[in-house]
Nanobody
Framework: VQLQASGGGSVQPGGSLRLSCTTS????????VGWFRQAPGREQEEVSC????????YYYENARGRFTISRDNAKNLVYLQMNSLKPEDTAVYYC????????????????RGQGTQVTVSS
């Protein structure tokens, strides 16, 4: 079982990035997938989550209106499109999978991958 976040990098404020969560070893369409981030010296925080089945989506305040989560079960991928990036978005971003967004965002996920660094700076 593997999840791997990728697509991070360095951008200027106002820029965009698309993160990808590549999964393998389990049936993605049976799992909710969430994105988290952790900045140096700060606690991990939720960013967004997308359920399996009904595909219901959740955004947290730090992402609402700027980020878009989506999934392509056929390709075993979950995306996080991030627009209008701000310096405070600088963090390592992780993806995690579990039975539902309720479980994932409660940190009761089953799988979590290594993160990808996002740096927003002028």
């Amino acid at each position: 079982v593997q999840l791997q976040a990728s697509g991070g990098g360095s951008v200027q404020p106002g820029g965009s990035l698309r993160l990808s969560c590549t999964t393998s070893g389990f049936t993605l369409d049976s799992y909710a997938v969430g994105w988290f981030r952790q900045a140096p010296g700060r606690e991990q925080e939720e960013v967004s989550c997308i359920n399996s089945g009904d595909g219901r989506i959740y955004y947290y305040e730090n992402a609402r209106g700027r980020f878009t989560i989506s999934r392509d079960n056929a390709k075993n991928l979950v995306y996080l499109q991030m627009n209008s990036l701000k310096p405070e978005d600088t963090a390592v971003y992780y993806c995690a999978a579990g039975p539902s967004c309720y479980e994932v965002t409660a940190r009761r996920y089953e799988y979590r991958g290594q993160g990808t660094q996002v740096t927003v700076s002028s």
